[in-house]
């Protein structure tokens, strides 16, 4: 295989074993190898740049029709550039690479035409050959888009742990089919889902993250939820998913890690209902929060089980300190401001005043003790 075989972020990895200047030990080899394909990433946007660029031609443009998946790879090829094709034939060609792989993320860039058929095709041959493939993000996909790939992935059946995509089609039918799926993220629940009342998440799930806009016509989330919630440990809830669940948390018994973030100002009253049914919650150790509310939040009316608190900036005025100083909060070992944009506070005299330890790292501030 020669260096021009491979993706140019790759490029430099053949080097280190032909240079002899380098001296680079086996081991070593062997860990960079391991750091660059452990996860990859694959781009895929439109070869002409969109409608606005100058050197789009809708002349030029057949829009897609029905077609079997060579047709469909030769039309995404005409209309699609990626660079799944470099990437594919490098970790293809060498075995010990595809073992490596464990982690694939699919970047949907600037997209005017949906890229089924390249992705798919790329999907199945990373599913056929790498044994340890386990993750599986994909970010700005449509809804054909991630239709196509979970039809592949009801064919190949990979070993996923985790899934990440939009909620759409045929992913209801895939993550009962995927036995081994523990943590799934779906940022849209939208209007075009039509799942019916008889879908239910799988109990084996052990985490799950509910993102973005939910349309009128999903089903009902604790109905949905019925069979997952007495096991799930983890729970991260956004926007509507918050508006929508959040007054039934206390049936999420196992709970021990919970997010709720894009809470507006409005949301404060739902905010104190959810932090009540919260501290119901014996097993719940983590509490991440995130949104307007915050400015408006009473620390005491955080749960007093807790042991990690983080939110994303800064509580009202005096509500770190009044938190930091509670002494009813024996167990709690860890607070963690995230964004901590403003950078006038002096976190350090405060953490030394309240008997916590302080550090920083970049924008984010945590305490701990």
Request: aromatic fraction near 8%; include cysteine.
């Amino acid at each position: 295989m020669t260096t021009a075989e491979l993706p140019s972020s790759l490029a430099s990895l053949p080097a280190l074993h032909a240079s002899p200047s380098s001296y680079s030990p086996k081991s070593s080899t062997k860990l960079l190898e391991t750091a660059l394909y452990r996860d990859i990433s694959v781009t895929f946007r439109d070869a002409f740049g969109g409608p606005d660029s100058d050197d789009y031609d809708w002349e030029d443009i057949d829009y897609e029709p029905d077609m079997d998946e060579t047709g469909g790879v030769a039309w995404d090829r005409a209309h699609i550039t990626t660079d799944g094709d470099r990437i594919e034939t490098t970790i293809t060609r060498a075995p010990h690479l595809a073992r490596l792989v464990e982690g694939i993320t699919l970047d949907y860039l600037n997209m005017d035409f949906s890229a089924r058929w390249l992705p798919r095709h790329f999907i199945r041959a990373m599913c056929a050959a790498c044994p340890r493939l386990q993750r599986l993000r994909t970010f700005e996909a449509d809804g054909l888009e991630v239709d196509a790939l979970a039809d592949i992935l009801l064919q190949a059946l990979p070993p996923l742990v985790e899934y990440e995509a939009v909620f759409l089609g045929s992913l209801p039918r895939l993550v009962h089919r995927l036995s081994s799926l523990r943590h799934l993220r779906l940022r849209r629940l939208t209007v075009e889902d039509n799942l019916g009342e008889a879908f239910t998440f799988p109990s084996t799930l052990l985490s799950l993250r509910l993102g973005g806009w939910i349309g009128p016509s999903f089903p009902s989330l604790p109905a949905v939820l019925k069979d997952l919630a007495p096991s799930l440990r983890s729970l991260h809830l956004e926007g509507s998913a918050v508006r929508r669940l959040g007054v039934h948390l206390t049936n999420f018994k196992a709970l021990v890690h919970l997010t709720i973030t894009d809470m507006d100002e409005e949301d404060l009253p739902l905010l104190h209902t959810i932090l009540h049914f919260a501290a119901s919650l014996e097993h719940l150790k983590s509490l991440r929060l995130a949104g307007e509310a915050l400015l408006s939040l009473q620390t005491d009316r955080l749960p007093p089980q807790l042991q990690v608190i983080r939110v994303e900036e800064d509580l009202q005025p005096g509500g770190l300190a009044s938190l930091l100083s509670d002494e009813s909060r024996g167990v709690l070992r860890q607070v963690v401001v995230e964004k901590d944009w403003r950078r006038k506070e002096d976190w350090e005299k405060l953490g030394a005043e309240k008997g916590w330890q302080v550090e920083r790292f970049g924008v984010k501030v945590v305490f701990a003790r």
